[in-house]
């Protein structure tokens, strides 16, 4: 029998299927929304975006953040129950991006909320949001 | 004998927030305050996607604001790229080829047929006729292969049309696959205007603007012209080559939401229309003003002031620019239509309607709030 | 020739003292002082110019004085008038042209008055707009250096990595 800590045993409880959170906030929802529409559908890996934090798994940061709506996604990760994953989109997450040198945006999400996983890009393609997806598993696998 | 009883007591009144973080409501949030189930009053929040984008543009050179503009609004990027590079065009008095003005004219309205099927995809979402939405964003893939195979990005050109001209010529086969994709756009077209007795019964009648408020709200675009209002700029000051390519603009008097939708259809028939005529006119020629043919990183320009408007998808946009000598703008003021879409004409619409119609007033009105906040 | 903006232009010359200069054809640009300009923004509503594309403010910090820009559009003629004037930049105040264009000049006032602090008399409303808890910042001043805030702020003298952003 493998030991392992609270947290990973709470992580493996992650279903297959993961449920996203509809906070659609900044340039990195036009990627997003045709995940939905039929040509890259994303129900067939039994993803779907449900409408209410407390059922959701995965919250998609997905673009850059104002100070204005950092203080909501606070709120909203708070409420969500664990087992539970933030995915960051996007270079404007990592270093600030294009709008570096703006006086109402956020430089790093890091210093703001616990980041598990990033996707580089302005923006991402949706193949790089479907590989990301698949990564979460591998992670949770691997925590001790 | 129901017509016989006593009508229900009066509900309390409340306050409701249909905010952010709501499924049909996109980023931005308007306080209602209800009484039972009449909205009495409305204020609009917005903010949450401001960055300050007119003082962003005074730090940096012509050529770098070229690629910042497409990120003005998210859904429609050439259209934007295209004012920007109209505005420092006539400031610096730059002459544009000809064959750069038919690209031009054929990747903007390409551009704004892809903006109208997402306003019909969000508008069938948002009155509950859940099909709707993911056809129209099956279809407008086709458009954005389009774009990756001549400007090299999705999404976001990344200053494709550029002061001079535009970066780079149509690759080998570009004409047959625009020829292909448009015949698949009208196969959407023919799918939309199927009637549907949803759509009737929740937009027919709903959310009525008429002439007068609707110029005195500052409403323009397909907002103004669902009024009964016949303008188009395109058509009262031509840019580009608008002037030499036949196209009709759309009028409805009605006003209320099925107008602004009936309008939206016919506009991507004009514009369908219009690439084709410019595809077969097509002259041959440079792309690009020779002088901006390498991007030079410090251009100086003279001190003067410009104010350029066009027609977006969504209205009227224009670009007020300044210039002290620098090489950097000193001012540059950005006019979005969203702006006064979003704040005056909803305010006023949502006055005594039911809740259960706000969501199909709200996304009638083709809202970008990327566009609002800039 | 007589096109319609020169006609415009003495007809205006001859009613108000302003300096005015056709740039090219459907655009004009007017200057007037700042106690004239209800009066002529009146004539201008009466005379077809139905239509407030935007207001706007420009900071010139050498001079000590704000310019204010009114584009104004007129449906029957099809021409673009701009009416320019120039307040104090210490004690920004003038009046508000919302008796004359309602809903459309109130929300354009509004923000300017968030962003660059200028007061408009008789505006019903100046509350702000895009910014919570941050009154009396007015970021698009010139003398507010965005890129020393955001170093400031934002980035981290001690992490080496960050060096670069300090050159």
């Given at each position: 029998?493998?030991?392992?800590?609270?947290?990973?045993?709470?992580?493996?409880?992650?279903?297959?299927a993961?449920?996203i959170f509809?906070?659609?906030?900044?340039?990195?929802?036009?990627?997003?929304?045709?995940?939905?529409?039929?040509?890259?559908?994303?129900?067939?890996?039994?993803?779907?975006?449900?409408?209410?934090?407390?059922?959701?798994?995965?919250?998609?940061?997905?673009?850059?953040?104002t100070?204005?709506?950092?203080?909501?996604?606070?709120?909203?990760?708070?409420?969500?129950?664990?087992?539970?994953?933030?995915?960051?989109?996007?270079?404007?997450?990592?270093?600030?991006?294009?709008?570096?040198?703006?006086?109402?945006?956020?430089?790093?999400?890091?210093?703001?909320?616990?980041?598990?996983?990033?996707?580089?890009?302005?923006?991402?393609?949706?193949?790089?949001?479907?590989?990301?997806?698949?990564?979460?598993?591998?992670?949770?696998?691997?925590?001790? | 004998?129901?017509?016989?009883?006593?009508?229900?007591?009066?509900?309390?009144?409340?306050?409701?927030?249909?905010?952010?973080?709501?499924?049909?409501?996109?980023?931005?949030?308007?306080?209602?305050?209800?009484?039972?189930?009449?909205?009495?009053?409305?204020?609009?929040?917005?903010?949450?996607?401001?960055?300050?984008?007119?003082?962003?543009?005074?730090?940096?050179?012509?050529?770098?604001?070229?690629v910042?503009?497409?990120?003005?609004?998210?859904?429609?990027?050439?259209n934007?790229?295209?004012?920007?590079?109209?505005?420092?065009?006539?400031?610096?008095d730059?002459?544009?080829?000809e064959?750069?003005?038919?690209?031009?004219?054929?990747?903007?309205?390409?551009?704004?047929?892809?903006?109208?099927?997402?306003w019909?995809?969000v508008?069938?979402?948002?009155?509950?006729?859940?099909?709707?939405?993911k056809?129209?964003?099956?279809?407008r893939?086709?458009?954005l292969?389009?774009?990756?195979?001549?400007?090299?990005?999705r999404?976001?050109?990344?200053?494709?049309?550029?002061?001079?001209?535009?970066?780079?010529?149509?690759?080998?086969?570009?004409?047959?696959?625009?020829?292909?994709?448009?015949?698949?756009?009208?196969?959407?077209?023919?799918?939309?205007?199927?009637?549907?007795?949803?759509?009737?019964?929740?937009?027919?009648?709903?959310?009525?603007?008429k002439?007068?408020?609707?110029?005195?709200?500052?409403?323009?675009?397909?907002?103004?012209?669902?009024?009964?209002?016949?303008t188009?700029?395109?058509?009262?000051?031509?840019?580009?080559?608008?002037?030499?390519?036949d196209?009709?603009?759309?009028?409805?008097k009605?006003?209320?939401?099925?107008?602004?939708?009936?309008?939206?259809?016919?506009?991507?028939?004009?514009?369908?229309?219009?690439?084709?005529?410019?595809?077969?006119?097509?002259?041959?020629?440079?792309?690009?003003?020779?002088?901006?043919?390498?991007?030079?990183?410090?251009?100086?320009?003279?001190?003067d002031?410009?104010?350029?408007?066009?027609?977006?998808?969504?209205?009227?946009?224009?670009?007020?620019?300044?210039?002290?000598?620098?090489?950097?703008?000193?001012?540059?003021?950005?006019?979005?239509?969203?702006?006064?879409?979003?704040?005056?004409?909803?305010?006023?619409?949502?006055?005594?309607?039911?809740?259960?119609?706000?969501?199909?007033?709200?996304?009638?009105?083709?809202?970008?709030?990327?566009?609002?906040?800039? | 020739?007589?096109?319609?903006?020169?006609?415009?232009l003495?007809?205006?010359?001859?009613?108000?003292?302003?300096?005015?200069?056709?740039?090219?054809?459907?655009?004009m640009?007017?200057?007037?002082?700042?106690?004239?300009?209800?009066?002529?923004?009146?004539?201008?509503k009466d005379?077809?110019?139905?239509?407030?594309?935007?207001?706007?403010?420009?900071?010139?910090?050498?001079?000590?004085?704000?310019?204010?820009?009114?584009?104004l559009?007129?449906?029957?003629?099809?021409?673009?008038?701009t009416?320019?004037?120039?307040?104090?930049?210490?004690?920004?105040?003038?009046?508000?042209?919302e008796?004359?264009?309602?809903?459309?000049?109130?929300?354009?006032?509004?923000?300017?008055?968030?962003?660059?602090?200028?007061?408009?008399?008789?505006?019903?409303?100046?509350?702000?707009?895009?910014?919570?808890?941050?009154?009396d910042?007015?970021?698009?001043?010139?003398?507010?250096?965005?890129?020393?805030?955001?170093?400031?702020?934002?980035?981290?003298?001690?992490?080496?990595?960050?060096?670069?952003?300090?050159?």
């Amino acid at each position: 029998m493998v030991k392992r800590s609270e947290k990973a045993k709470t992580m493996r409880k992650l279903i297959k299927a993961i449920w996203i959170f509809s906070w659609f906030n900044s340039c990195g929802f036009c990627e997003l929304v045709p995940l939905v529409g039929s040509r890259w559908d994303m129900e067939r890996f039994g993803m779907i975006i449900v409408g209410t934090p407390r059922h959701a798994d995965v919250l998609f940061i997905a673009g850059y953040q104002t100070l204005k709506s950092i203080k909501r996604a606070k709120i909203i990760y708070e409420q969500m129950a664990e087992p539970k994953v933030v995915i960051a989109l996007g270079s404007c997450t990592m270093t600030g991006g294009m709008y570096w040198d703006s006086y109402n945006t956020i430089k790093r999400l890091e210093d703001y909320l616990p980041v598990t996983l990033y996707i580089p890009g302005c923006p991402p393609r949706p193949e790089a949001v479907f590989e990301a997806c698949g990564k979460i598993f591998e992670h949770v696998k691997e925590l001790k | 004998m129901i017509n016989e009883m006593e009508p229900a007591p009066k509900g309390t009144d409340y306050d409701l927030y249909f905010g952010p973080a709501h499924p049909g409501s996109g980023n931005f949030g308007v306080k209602l305050k209800i009484d039972g189930e009449i909205v009495v009053s409305a204020r609009a929040d917005p903010g949450y996607l401001h960055r300050g984008f007119e003082k962003l543009m005074e730090y940096r050179t012509p050529i770098q604001n070229a690629v910042l503009s497409d990120r003005l609004c998210v859904l429609e990027p050439l259209n934007w790229n295209l004012v920007h590079a109209e505005a420092v065009d006539e400031l610096m008095d730059i002459d544009v080829p000809e064959r750069a003005k038919y690209i031009r004219v054929i990747m903007a309205e390409l551009s704004r047929i892809q903006s109208h099927i997402i306003w019909y995809g969000v508008f069938s979402m948002g009155t509950g006729f859940d099909t709707g939405f993911k056809m129209a964003f099956g279809f407008r893939d086709y458009i954005l292969d389009l774009f990756e195979l001549i400007t090299g990005g999705r999404v976001y050109p990344a200053g494709y049309i550029c002061p001079g001209g535009v970066r780079r010529d149509f690759p080998n086969g570009a004409r047959d696959k625009i020829l292909k994709v448009l015949d698949k756009m009208n196969e959407m077209i023919i799918l939309e205007e199927l009637e549907n007795p949803t759509l009737d019964a929740r937009a027919k009648g709903v959310g009525v603007l008429k002439v007068k408020d609707a110029i005195r709200l500052g409403a323009t675009g397909p907002v103004l012209r669902g009024s009964g209002m016949k303008t188009d700029v395109r058509k009262d000051e031509p840019y580009e080559i608008y002037d030499k390519l036949d196209f009709e603009v759309p009028v409805r008097k009605d006003g209320d939401a099925y107008a602004r939708y009936w309008i939206g259809i016919e506009e991507m028939k004009q514009s369908i229309k219009i690439v084709k005529q410019a595809l077969k006119e097509l002259p041959k020629g440079e792309v690009i003003d020779s002088a901006w043919k390498k991007p030079k990183l410090t251009v100086k320009m003279p001190e003067d002031e410009v104010y350029v408007r066009n027609e977006v998808a969504r209205g009227e946009a224009a670009v007020y620019m300044v210039s002290a000598g620098g090489s950097e703008p000193y001012r540059c003021k950005i006019r979005g239509p969203d702006f006064l879409h979003m704040i005056p004409v909803l305010e006023y619409l949502l006055k005594g309607v039911q809740i259960a119609d706000v969501p199909a007033i709200y996304w009638s009105l083709n809202i970008c709030p990327a566009d609002m906040d800039r | 020739m007589d096109t319609k903006e020169t006609e415009i232009l003495g007809e205006i010359k001859s009613k108000f003292k302003v300096d005015g200069r056709i740039r090219r054809k459907q655009r004009m640009w007017i200057s007037t002082d700042k106690n004239k300009l209800m009066e002529v923004c009146n004539w201008l509503k009466d005379r077809g110019f139905i239509h407030l594309s935007a207001i706007s403010v420009t900071d010139w910090l050498d001079e000590g004085m704000y310019e204010l820009t009114y584009h104004l559009w007129s449906y029957d003629d099809n021409i673009l008038v701009t009416v320019k004037t120039k307040i104090d930049r210490d004690n920004p105040a003038i009046n508000s042209v919302e008796p004359i264009w309602a809903e459309n000049a109130q929300i354009h006032e509004r923000e300017l008055h968030e962003l660059f602090g200028v007061k408009f008399k008789d505006n019903s409303d100046l509350s702000p707009l895009f910014l919570e808890d941050q009154e009396d910042m007015h970021p698009f001043r010139k003398d507010f250096d965005w890129r020393e805030h955001v170093r400031e702020k934002y980035y981290n003298k001690e992490n080496e990595r960050e060096t670069v952003y300090y050159d």
